[in-house]
């Protein structure tokens, strides 16, 4: 389904998708009220997200439907790159972020990536996704003339929210956008071990997506800029 309030760009793109022998558009929707009611009726696999919009913007739609749909996935596609616009949609639970200098191929990419489970994010978005949610680094404390010098060991990091290591190791490569394939080529491990890694993660993140694990990953410090 697309979603965009701009009548020419809703249907050239729903015209470019249905060219997709493997893309089949189930609607297409003028603001983000008409996207949520939309999405009850026909079931998409995927919707294609504007975020501004004229009444329910992009953020809100894409919270409401996912909250009746959590099975559907959102990407935006946005004229838009800011770093509020990236994170409300991010927070809404979109899975990928394109902007509209994306071409057909890329946008049908996405789309399939998205209906897969997968996370597309356009590199000028990646860049400001890291800055936006990377946690900086707190400024060293100076230690007072009274205070002993250190003679301890320092503790050794323990993951949060009771994550192993390999789990930490796959949510800094998800965070990295690599696929489930790329992560099992880069760990040397089985691809279905990977989707095990990933599925115990994000349970225990409480992560709906890998836009989702992407934000826990940057907010946590387990992945840097």
């Known amino acids: ?17 249905d060219l997709m022998d493997d893309i089949e558009v189930v609607g297409g929707a003028a603001d983000g009220a ?17 975020l501004r919009m004229p009444g329910m913007g992009g953020a809100e739609a894409t919270r409401r439907i996912l909250s009746e749909h959590p099975d559907v996935a959102v990407l935006v596609l ?9 994170v409300d949609a991010l927070n809404a639970g979109a899975c990928g972020y394109l902007t509209k200098d994306a071409n057909q191929e890329q946008i049908a990419v996405a789309i399939r990536s998205s209906a ?9 978005v990646t860049r400001r996704l890291t800055a936006a949610l990377s946690v900086p680094a707190a400024p060293p404390v100076a230690p007072s003339q009274s205070s002993p010098p250190p003679s301890a060991p320092a503790r050794r990091r323990v993951n949060p929210d009771g994550l192993t290591g390999r789990e ?8 990295q956008g690599l ?3 790329e ?20 349970a ?18 387990l992945a840097r800029p």
């Open 168 to 175: 930490v190791d796959v949510l800094k490569l998800i965070a």
């Open 179 to 181: 696929s489930n394939g």
């Open 116 to 124: 897969h489970g997968q996370s597309t994010f356009d590199p000028a």
């Open 204 to 221: 225990k993140i409480n992560a709906r997506n890998r836009a989702d694990a992407v934000r826990y990953a940057y907010q946590q410090g």
């Open 1 to 17: 389904m697309v979603v965009d309030d701009q009548q020419i760009v809703r249907e050239g793109l729903m015209s470019l998708l």
């Open 78 to 86: 946005s004229t838009f790159a800011d770093d509020e616009s990236l």
């Open 183 to 202: 992560i099992a080529s880069t760990l040397f491990i089985e691809e279905t071990t990977v989707k095990t890694h990933i599925n115990n993660a994000f």
């Open 34 to 50: 008409e996207a949520v009611r939309l999405a009850g009726e026909t079931s998409p696999r995927v919707v294609l997200m504007d």
